[in-house]
């Protein structure tokens, strides 16, 4: 006798190996049924779609079993697929599927039938690839970062002009280690672009010597060595300022932070970039329940 979950792997395999996403990269459409009428399951006989193991969670968390359990309705899914319809998968808890067709008529009517109640585009055909030369012609050669920029079209605003110049920003982290002496800033050490720097934790101006973190971040926005790397923001002006102490959890960071904004916000800033969050503490009276956490 087979059980539920051999014919649960049996079934993927067959929808798998038969159910070709020929076309992997193309348009996808999620639709929603109105039910699930004509099932072929019913929820007072729920091991004939989920295994023990699910049953026996149910049991001990008291969960009752209802009709978003049951499978969508197969009549709706064959009746798709005999109009050559490609059905990717299907959700129970949606009650609806991923759908695709070559046939863009076809999908600007499937909501004539009566048992479909919406329609939504959830993915486009991929776009095409840019070639060799549009990213020879990009302002900069971005070496090892040309991977981040592209990804959130960041060379589509260098390409139009708009590299940070005029821009203040403000760095509020943890430390800003070896920022003199490094390749990919330099041009912020010798073009005077780094306008003040100040330290909430220990008192004063930023030291070179702490934490790395703020060091990452500022990179990541403020690089200019071409060929290797570069920020998303190379040509702006920068403010320093280190308001989290990394050796410990503590809730002055948190007016650290607040002063350090204002700091910045008083010197005019644009922009200010934060990597820093706060719920748990050293003292665990300080630490954050989750309904505490509001905004």
């Not at 038969?18 to 091991?47: G, L």
């Not at 299907?90 to 599927?97: E, I, V």
């Not at 706060?278 to 956490?293: K, L, M, Q, S």
């Amino acid at each position: 006798m087979k059980t539920i979950g051999n014919i649960l792997i049996a079934l993927t395999f067959v929808i798998l190996s038969s159910n070709v996403f020929a076309q992997e990269n193309a348009t996808v459409y999620w639709v929603s049924f109105s039910d699930k009428n004509n099932n072929e399951y019913s929820i007072d006989n729920p091991e004939e779609f989920l295994s023990q193991r699910s049953l026996d969670r149910r049991t001990n968390q008291n969960i009752d079993i209802d009709i978003s359990d049951l499978p969508v309705s197969k009549y709706y899914i064959d009746s798709l697929e005999s109009l050559n319809i490609t059905v990717r998968y299907t959700s129970k808890w949606m009650n609806g599927a991923a759908i695709q067709s070559t046939d863009s008529q076809l999908i600007d009517t499937i909501e004539n039938y009566g048992f479909i109640t919406s329609k939504r585009l959830i993915r486009n055909e991929v776009p095409i690839v840019k070639s060799g030369k549009e990213i020879e012609d990009n302002f900069f050669d971005y070496g090892f970062s040309d991977n981040q920029i592209s990804m959130l079209n960041g060379h589509i605003l260098h390409n139009n002009g708009y590299t940070g110049s005029g821009m203040l920003i403000a760095v509020l982290d943890a430390g800003f280690s070896s920022v003199p002496v490094l390749s990919t800033l330099q041009h912020l050490i010798l073009n005077d672009k780094i306008i003040a720097t100040k330290d909430f934790v220990k008192g004063g101006i930023v030291e070179y010597s702490k934490h790395s973190h703020g060091r990452n971040v500022l990179t990541i926005i403020a690089a200019k060595e071409e060929g290797r790397l570069i920020g998303s923001a190379p040509d702006a002006d920068y403010i320093l300022v280190r308001t989290e102490d990394a050796g410990s959890e503590q809730v002055i960071e948190e007016y650290n932070w607040l002063a350090g904004a204002e700091y910045a916000d008083s010197l005019g800033v644009d922009v200010i970039n934060v990597s820093l969050g706060y719920r748990e503490y050293d003292n665990p009276e300080w630490t954050y329940d989750a309904n505490e956490i509001d905004g």
